[in-house]
């Protein structure tokens, strides 16, 4: 069964240091998500991705986060200068083009920030 | 800005009993509900979905209701079964993102 594929499994970086985040997305899908769950809270909205350009972003999404969706078969996730407070697990979901149908979420990359 | 809300926090049920999971949203734009199931260390797994033009949807031990009028959503696990015990997710589309509640901790008993 096709799944979303997400690496690393869990960064470590240092405060300040940039980290890049990686997903395959699922062969046939068109639209590319990334969410993320602090510790014991809800999973939130981060940024959409279609055809090539940000749809969306939420809030959170600042100037130290991009997308990249950089040979057609990754979709990345740069965090210019990490801080603490971005620790948290990170997914990357990916569905079709019809309407209505559900996003498939990979394992998720654990981010931890010291 | 909780537009999709779960109030309980956890809940815990016998084995072969039926699990009730409530969701309340508040954005009238939302048209698709889904519910994911999530473990530790692991993403979001889809369940189960309703478009807002149903008001039920079944799927083998799994049922989601929704009444539109009073913007909640429900599912319905029975029998309930050990290895459904995890986190549930409600989440709400508005044509784009999903967005989700905090989740309820599900735990069944043996």
């Known amino acids: 069964e096709p799944e979303v594929t997400q690496t690393p499994s869990h960064q470590v970086t240092q405060m300040g240091q940039e980290v890049i985040l990686r997903c395959v997305p699922i062969s046939n899908h068109l639209y590319f998500y990334w969410y993320r769950q602090i510790l014991g809270q809800k999973v939130e909205f981060l940024v959409s991705f279609y055809n090539n350009e940000i749809s969306e972003k939420s809030e959170i999404f600042d100037d130290q986060f991009s997308v990249e969706r950089p040979d057609g078969s990754n979709f990345t996730l740069k965090i210019r200068s990490t801080k603490l407070e971005d620790s948290a697990m990170y997914f990357c979901?990916?569905?079709?083009?019809?309407?209505?149908?559900?996003?498939?979420f990979g394992q998720g990359t654990r981010l931890t920030v010291v | 800005d909780q537009q999709v809300k779960q109030n309980s926090p956890s809940l815990s049920v016998q084995e072969g009993r039926i699990s009730i999971l409530n969701c309340d949203y508040t954005n009238s734009m939302f048209d698709y509900f889904l519910w994911y199931k999530k473990y530790p260390a692991e993403g979001p797994t889809f369940l189960i979905s309703i478009s807002s033009i149903k008001d039920k949807n079944e799927d083998g031990r799994f049922t989601v209701f929704l009444n539109k009028s009073a913007k909640h959503l429900s599912l319905h696990i029975v029998p309930s079964q050990p290895g459904d015990s995890a986190v549930y997710f409600c989440a709400a589309s508005d044509g784009n993102k999903l967005v989700f509640g905090a989740g309820t901790i599900l735990r069944v008993k043996s």
């Open positions: 979901a990916s569905r079709t083009r019809e309407l209505n149908t559900e996003a498939f």
